[in-house]
């Protein structure tokens, strides 16, 4: 862990170059480093630390959390600082700034925290999963606590109003909705309620797939990947992560976990589970793939121990496999330098480029099972979804409009006095 304050500031200022930050942006963060280096300092301080920073912003905002409705220079500002500090505790810049720690206290607060021991011990629920639980579960136990409320005082009017209290977006309530479901049914299994309570959680019908995915079409990203400047080592293995993104649409974890015991070169496939999933895939080593591989193994890839492919080329971490906030840093990159019309005001990472590679296979008449296959999903039904967005097949799906024969409509019909 890098603890001096110059040496940190380095690497992020590295980092930063590396994602080709906006030049007015990356100036601000800039003087916010240079701020926080004076008032280190005032404090006859060289080293950095969490605590440091969160005492940084606790002496300047009263808080080391992030205020809500604060203003954009506010959150430039813990924005910067949360970057030292994720940046030097994981090597990564974590995706947002955390404006709430999440401390269950209180009887229903402590049953919840139970709950997410039970979820990640018996449950086996991946850490994705238990962050998300863990969300929800903190602002209802809150709230239940808050307003010293118990099991016996929940009703279907106290959850609706729970709900439209925290103002939740539509799949928000849907999730939170399960999840505190769940947790209301698993207090009642364990005898921690008199009566069962997930019964006042209403069901809803959203429906998750009621957007349209965002996509791109093939020239654009073609256009993309042909921006990749591949005589560099950095190149080389970010031509890779589009690649296996656009050609095999792979997750971002996938991308990050994918190693060398995966590719069988004799049989030229390459197969893993996927991380979200668990369904076990199989991908034909296409040529443009593994010749990419090789390239990047042979003239771009650090040396390292690594059983991941991909791995860091800076300097704080080289060598260690890569976390999905960087596989989706390299695909905005890439677009942005290819100058793909709107990809700003349109989603621009690894699962855009998911979504693109279903919707043009569809438009290429690939059946609908063989896409799930390349897809990994587990039902076919799930992949439904891109024919919304096939507008030429939708076009040839409707019905011509039939003749109009009533005589109502004709004029042949005249209306007297009643």
């Known amino acids: ?118 979820c990640r011990m018996e449950l086996g629920n991946a850490k994705k999963t238990l962050d998300n639980k863990r969300l929800y579960l903190y602002d209802f136990s809150k709230y239940m606590d808050d307003a010293t409320m118990t099991f ?41 309620s008199e009566k069962d309570c997930s019964v006042f959680v209403l069901k809803d019908n959203y429906r998750k797939d009621r957007n349209l995915p965002t996509t791109y079409e093939e020239q654009e990203i073609r256009d993309m990947i042909g921006s990749v400047e591949r005589a560099s080592a950095i190149g080389k293995r970010d031509y890779l992560v589009l690649l296996l993104a656009t050609e095999y649409g792979w997750r971002a974890k ?64 080289r060598g260690a496999s890569l976390s999905p906030p960087t596989i989706h840093s390299i695909v905005t990159k890439y677009l942005r330098r290819a100058g793909v019309k709107g990809w700003s005001k349109k989603k621009h990472g690894p699962h855009a480029m998911r979504h693109s590679l279903a919707t043009n296979l569809l438009k290429k008449n690939v059946a609908l099972p063989i896409i799930s296959t390349v897809m990994g999903h587990q039902r076919t039904e799930t992949t439904n979804v891109y024919i919304s967005v096939d ?22 019909v005249s209306y007297g006095r009643i």
Not at 14 to 32: M, N
Not at 59 to 74: A, M, N, Q, R
């Open 152 to 192: 016996t005082d929940l009703s279907i009017e106290i959850i609706e109003e729970f709900f439209k209290y925290k103002n939740y977006s539509l799949a928000s309530r849907h999730n939170g909705s399960q999840i505190i479901r769940h947790f209301l049914q698993h207090v009642y299994d364990e005898k921690e």
């Open 391 to 412: 507008y030429d097949k939708l076009k040839a799906c409707a019905l011509p409009m039939p003749p109009l024969r009533s005589s109502l409509y004709s004029g042949e």
């Open 1 to 118: 862990m890098v603890k001096n304050f110059e040496a940190l500031v380095s690497l992020c200022d590295e980092e930063l170059r590396h994602r080709e930050y906006l030049g007015s942006y990356y100036a601000r963060l800039i003087s916010c480093w240079e701020k926080i280096q004076t008032w280190l300092a005032e404090q006859n301080l060289t080293e950095f630390s969490e605590e440091v920073g969160n005492k940084y912003l606790e002496e300047i905002y009263g808080t080391h959390l992030l205020p809500l409705k604060s203003s954009v220079e506010i959150r430039e500002v813990f924005r910067a600082v949360r970057m030292l500090i994720s940046y030097q505790k994981y090597g990564e810049f974590e995706f947002r700034s955390p404006s709430v720690e999440y401390t269950f206290d209180g009887t229903i607060g402590k049953l919840a925290f139970n709950y997410l021991e039970f």
């Open 254 to 317: 996938d991308i990050t976990r994918f190693r060398f015991s995966q590719i069988d070169w004799d049989k030229n496939v390459i197969r893993f589970d996927q991380h979200k999933t668990d369904v076990p895939v199989e991908f034909p080593l296409l040529s443009s793939i593994g010749n990419a591989i090789i390239d990047y193994l042979k003239h771009g890839r650090p040396k390292t121990d690594a059983c991941e492919v991909i791995v860091s080329h800076l300097s704080s971490n």
